[in-house]
């Protein structure tokens, strides 16, 4: 069971890395995989399977990053393996984007080279990868300017080294003794009538990025409450996760009573933990959509609603399709007082809204006016894509971060961010 080919396509379909892993015959098979991707949107899944082709994909900043295979493979085992790659490339570019990929297309090659030999996986680890990969990362534009904002010159040369997380765009002298923690968190939901959701599921990861000196122990502990897969008396408020599992490298021997992970942060970034939370969630917006048609004009009107705490804040955007008759659109946004736009992109026959910052227990509302002749049922589905920082949608939380480090080594620094977002949020009529 091998891996045929891997490619990293933009958002607009542009191939910005490719390669045949095995010599086979792979001409148009990017191009083929954004079709699909342009045909099926949101709902395409992660693995699909397309004229005797299996796809496997990710999707990381804007980017698609696929492989695919003749072969039936476990699609956990291949998305790991997309994962890691996407980890690798953005320890040694420093930054995963396209303008990024587009400079250090030459060093992601070499990676692919050592990470994916003739479609098996080989190297994996970052810190192991340091000692094959010989190519320089090339700094963007904005990393470049970051960086001479922090230095106040212009005459730094425009390499760094390969092994970024290691040796930041600033110089080395600048690096701190520092570890970060993100608990990120997706949701996937299906909404029906009165906003309630026919399907819901949250897909959680807890990354942690070292720069720590001399790789201490860390004992990470999250809620002491934290109940796994038992679902019986639970109290209100407590998080109750259906599913976990930890990287090979933490030792959860503790996890059990205490709810403490321990590990040996490795250079670059990995995921100590991954859970889901299956159904009874709590949902952060509510949509609430009416359409009113009437013999001259339709009225569409769409309502979201924070549930956020009143301290949290997000932004989104909406896509909802409208019937093809559709025609003079005149569309009104309230409040006036939140920055939001929003446009019907007739070539499309698309409505698109955008808010760029809600604040939460509040609620905002588009009202559109057109000309169709369609029915009720050529409207939507409602497509919502948000991200609310600082904000867990199971209540995972880290309790203590505590690094258990030698003298010597000065002050260290611990960094704890919470960001949820949106997997798929959709509304069906």
């Given at each position: 069971?091998?891996?045929?080919?891997?490619?990293?396509?933009?958002?607009?379909?542009?191939?910005?890395?490719?390669?045949s892993?095995?010599?086979e015959?792979?001409?148009?098979?990017?191009e083929k995989?954004?079709?699909?991707?342009?045909?099926?949107?949101?709902?395409?899944?992660?693995?699909?399977?397309?004229?005797?082709v299996?796809?496997?994909?990710?999707?990381?900043?804007?980017?698609f990053?696929?492989?695919?295979?003749?072969?039936?493979?476990?699609p956990?085992?291949?998305?790991?393996?997309?994962?890691?790659i996407?980890?690798?490339?953005?320890?040694?570019?420093?930054?995963l984007?396209?303008?990024s990929?587009?400079?250090?297309f030459?060093?992601?090659?070499?990676?692919?080279?050592?990470?994916?030999?003739?479609?098996?996986?080989?190297?994996?680890?970052?810190?192991?990868?340091?000692?094959k990969v010989?190519?320089?990362?090339?700094?963007?534009k904005?990393?470049?300017?970051?960086?001479?904002?922090?230095?106040?010159?212009?005459?730094?040369?425009?390499t760094?080294?390969?092994a970024?997380?290691?040796?930041?765009?600033?110089?080395?002298?600048?690096q701190?003794?520092?570890?970060?923690?993100?608990?990120?968190?997706?949701?996937s939901?299906?909404?029906?009538?009165?906003?309630?959701?026919?399907?819901?599921?949250?897909e959680?990861?807890?990354?942690?990025?070292?720069?720590?000196?001399?790789s201490?122990?860390?004992?990470?502990?999250?809620n002491?409450?934290?109940i796994?897969?038992?679902?019986?008396?639970?109290?209100?408020?407590v998080?109750?996760l259906?599913?976990?599992?930890?990287?090979?490298?933490v030792?959860?021997?503790?996890?059990e009573?205490?709810?403490?992970?321990t590990?040996?942060?490795?250079?670059?970034?990995?995921?100590?933990?991954?859970?889901?939370?299956?159904?009874?969630?709590?949902?952060?917006?509510?949509?609430?959509?009416?359409?009113?048609?009437q013999p001259?004009?339709?009225?569409f009107?769409?309502?979201?609603?924070?549930?956020?705490?009143?301290?949290?804040?997000?932004?989104?955007?909406?896509?909802?399709?409208?019937?093809?008759?559709?025609?003079g659109?005149?569309?009104?946004?309230?409040?006036?007082?939140?920055?939001?736009?929003?446009e019907?992109?007739?070539?499309?026959?698309c409505?698109t809204?955008?808010?760029k910052?809600?604040?939460?227990?509040?609620e905002v509302v588009?009202?559109?006016?057109?000309?169709?002749?369609?029915?009720?049922k050529?409207?939507?589905?409602?497509?919502?894509?948000?991200?609310?920082?600082?904000y867990?949608?199971?209540?995972?939380?880290?309790?203590?971060?505590r690094?258990?480090?030698?003298?010597?080594?000065?002050?260290?620094?611990?960094?704890?961010?919470?960001?949820?977002?949106?997997?798929s949020?959709v509304?069906?009529?």
């Amino acid at each position: 069971m091998t891996l045929s080919h891997f490619f990293i396509l933009s958002c607009t379909g542009d191939t910005l890395l490719s390669r045949s892993l095995r010599g086979e015959s792979n001409k148009g098979t990017p191009e083929k995989f954004y079709k699909v991707v342009r045909e099926r949107g949101n709902e395409l899944a992660p693995v699909f399977h397309q004229d005797g082709v299996l796809y496997f994909y990710i999707r990381r900043s804007g980017l698609f990053f696929v492989v695919t295979t003749v072969f039936e493979m476990p699609p956990s085992y291949v998305l790991e393996i997309l994962q890691r790659i996407t980890n690798a490339l953005k320890d040694f570019c420093g930054s995963l984007n396209e303008e990024s990929l587009r400079r250090n297309f030459a060093l992601a090659y070499e990676i692919i080279d050592e990470m994916l030999d003739f479609g098996y996986q080989q190297c994996m680890d970052t810190s192991q990868l340091k000692q094959k990969v010989y190519n320089f990362a090339v700094a963007s534009k904005k990393q470049l300017h970051v960086r001479d904002r922090l230095q106040g010159a212009r005459s730094i040369p425009k390499t760094v080294p390969s092994a970024v997380s290691q040796r930041p765009l600033a110089s080395p002298g600048a690096q701190k003794n520092e570890i970060f923690v993100d608990v990120l968190e997706k949701m996937s939901v299906v909404l029906g009538s009165e906003s309630q959701y026919r399907n819901a599921v949250i897909e959680g990861q807890i990354h942690v990025k070292s720069f720590l000196y001399g790789s201490p122990q860390i004992k990470l502990a999250l809620n002491e409450d934290l109940i796994i897969n038992n679902r019986r008396g639970k109290p209100p408020g407590v998080p109750v996760l259906d599913f976990c599992s930890f990287h090979q490298s933490v030792d959860s021997s503790e996890f059990e009573q205490t709810r403490i992970l321990t590990f040996y942060p490795t250079d670059g970034e990995f995921t100590a933990m991954s859970y889901k939370v299956l159904g009874n969630i709590f949902l952060p917006f509510k949509i609430s959509p009416t359409i009113d048609i009437q013999p001259n004009k339709t009225n569409f009107t769409i309502i979201v609603t924070s549930a956020l705490p009143g301290t949290n804040s997000a932004f989104f955007n909406i896509t909802c399709p409208l019937p093809r008759s559709t025609s003079g659109v005149e569309i009104l946004l309230q409040p006036n007082t939140i920055p939001q736009s929003a446009e019907y992109k007739a070539e499309e026959n698309c409505l698109t809204w955008n808010v760029k910052r809600i604040q939460g227990s509040s609620e905002v509302v588009l009202r559109c006016s057109m000309k169709c002749t369609g029915s009720k049922k050529e409207f939507g589905p409602i497509n919502l894509n948000f991200e609310a920082p600082l904000y867990s949608a199971s209540n995972v939380k880290v309790r203590y971060l505590r690094i258990i480090q030698g003298q010597g080594f000065g002050t260290s620094y611990r960094w704890v961010r919470y960001v949820t977002s949106s997997n798929s949020y959709v509304y069906r009529f």
